[in-house]
């Protein structure tokens, strides 16, 4: 399974981006799919939570083997490199391993 995500790039804040990762698999065989995001030194994070309430929105088109993670009203903390990940297995956790499949990661760069 390969996923190719893509849509980063640069807004000012207040702006938005839709970012789509599409997969090589019919995503009925993926059953879980998730976005995280990851700065330089950091561990990587699942975009999910109060930092990303009301503002970000998760959706999967399976007649498009796509998600897509529709981010408004950017902030420079959202600055960094998100990726997508998916699983056939339930999702224990948020930790990044639950998810066996990743994609190559997205740049969005929000400036102030």
């Known amino acids: 399974v390969q996923l190719q995500a893509s849509g980063g790039g640069l807004v000012q804040a207040g702006g938005s981006l839709r970012l789509s990762c599409v997969s090589s698999?019919?995503?009925?065989?993926?059953?879980?799919m998730a976005w995280y995001r990851q700065a330089p030194g950091t561990a990587r994070e699942l975009v999910a939570g109060d930092a990303v309430k009301g503002r970000f929105t998760f959706s999967r088109d399976n007649t498009k083997n796509t998600v897509y993670l529709q981010m408004n009203s950017l902030k420079p903390e959202d600055t960094t490199v998100y990726y997508c990940?998916?699983?056939?297995?339930?999702?224990?956790?948020?930790?990044?391993?639950?998810?066996?499949?990743w994609g190559q990661g997205t740049q969005v760069t929000v400036s102030s």
């Open positions: 698999k019919n995503t009925f065989d993926i059953n879980y």
């Open positions: 990940a998916g699983g056939r297995r339930p999702i224990a956790s948020d930790a990044p391993d639950e998810y066996a499949y």
